[in-house]
């Protein structure tokens, strides 16, 4: 079955960095767009990065451009997200998710994805 595993998530201080990847596994990873999301306490679940099958596009929320890169590696079945300068409002369970590549998709939506991992807690101390 697919399987999407994230890890790297932690502490970190305001301005620290971070490095989050995904692992995944039962699906052809090089036909499906990647997204990165995160939720905080009480809220809804919310876009953060995203990269089509190739590496050929990617996408960011307006909060963390400039400041996380999303990047995937298809020969180790992998997507990362580098996170730079981070904040404490960065602080949230973080979630891979894996969508068929279609050539026009709604990357912002979650609906999009197919299949989520299991999220990784990052927390930002001020």
């Known amino acids: 079955q697919v399987q999407l595993v994230e890890s790297g998530g932690g502490l970190a201080q305001a301005g620290g960095s971070l490095r989050l990847s995904c692992a995944a596994s039962?699906?052809?990873?090089?036909?499906?767009?990647m997204g990165w999301f995160r939720q905080a306490p009480g809220k809804e679940r919310d876009f953060i990065a995203a990269?089509?099958?190739?590496?050929?596009?990617?996408y960011y929320a307006d909060s963390v451009k400039g400041r996380f890169t999303i990047s995937r590696d298809n020969a180790k079945n992998t997507v990362y997200l580098q996170m730079n300068s981070l904040k404490p409002e960065d602080t949230a369970v973080y979630y891979c998710?894996?969508?068929?590549?279609?050539?026009?998709?709604?990357?912002?939506?979650?609906?999009?994805?197919?299949?989520w991992g299991q999220g990784t807690q990052v927390t930002v101390s001020s």
């Open positions: 998710a894996a969508a068929p590549q279609r050539y026009r998709m709604g990357y912002f939506n979650p609906s999009e994805y197919d299949y």
């Open positions: 039962g699906l052809t990873f090089s036909s499906y767009a």
């Open positions: 990269i089509t099958r190739d590496s050929g596009r990617t």
